[in-house]
């Protein structure tokens, strides 16, 4: 099974895209909605989360309203939340993985938006980085409820630089161009990472055909 991460910097077009591959046949894992789990009521970060933040469980699972007041901008406090949160993350990850491979999965795509940032670019076959010109990545942000410039500034701080993620990547989607530029473009990676000796960045083809560290 290929495994290929997909990130890109807020407004850039990320969950699109991931439509996109998960037309394909992809199977998509998404980081968020797995964090979403483990702040549910029952969820493995409910505990710990109100141990080191007390005061953000309610009814048994995290209110993100009331953690959001609890970080407030410190980068302690984040720092804190995502020693907890991460290794749950990247836990629950490789159980679902394990299980797509047992399947008969052939492409899975992390949907991790701080794949760069939290080292999980380590654990992937390629990465995929998705990107727009600075003001098409704006105009999208700044049109959400309740988003403004100074959060928008606040949230870029805590990534890394879009042009960083570029020159890491293996290959690059640009969503600024329009939806059937960036739909051509996944199939042409889809068809790139399946095709017959193709070979993940870091690994050799053994003779057997299976890929090796």
């Given at each position: 099974m290929?495994?290929?991460g997909l990130t890109g910097s807020i407004g850039m077009g990320k969950s699109t895209t991931a439509a996109l591959f998960a037309d394909e046949g992809a199977l998509v894992w998404n980081a968020d909605e797995?964090?979403?789990?483990?702040?549910?009521?029952?969820?493995?970060a409910v505990g710990p989360v109100e141990e080191a933040f007390p005061g953000v469980v309610i009814e048994g699972g995290v209110d993100r309203a009331r953690l959001a007041a609890a970080l407030g901008d410190d980068p302690a406090a984040f720092r804190r939340l995502e020693q907890i949160v991460h290794p749950l993350v990247a836990g629950g990850r490789a159980e679902d993985l394990a299980a797509a491979a047992a399947r008969?999965?052939?492409?899975?795509?992390?949907?991790?938006p701080l794949l760069y940032e939290t080292g999980a670019e380590a654990t992937v076959d390629a990465v995929v980085v998705v990107t727009a010109p600075p003001a098409?990545?704006?105009?999208?942000?700044l049109a959400r409820p309740g988003m403004t410039r100074e959060r928008l500034d606040i949230i870029l701080a805590r990534q890394m630089p879009d042009a960083e993620k570029r020159r890491r990547a293996d290959f690059v989607v640009d969503t600024?161009?329009?939806?059937?530029?960036?739909r051509d473009r996944v199939r042409e990676i889809v068809g790139m990472?399946?095709?017959?000796?193709?070979?993940?960045?870091?690994?050799t083809?053994?003779?057997d055909g299976e890929h090796r560290q």
């Open positions: 290929i495994v290929l797995a964090v979403h789990r483990l702040y549910a009521p029952g969820g493995a008969g999965v052939r492409l899975a795509v992390l949907d991790i098409v990545q704006a105009e999208r942000v600024g161009q329009g939806l059937d530029v960036a990472v399946l095709a017959e000796g193709w070979t993940p960045r870091g690994r083809l053994s003779e």
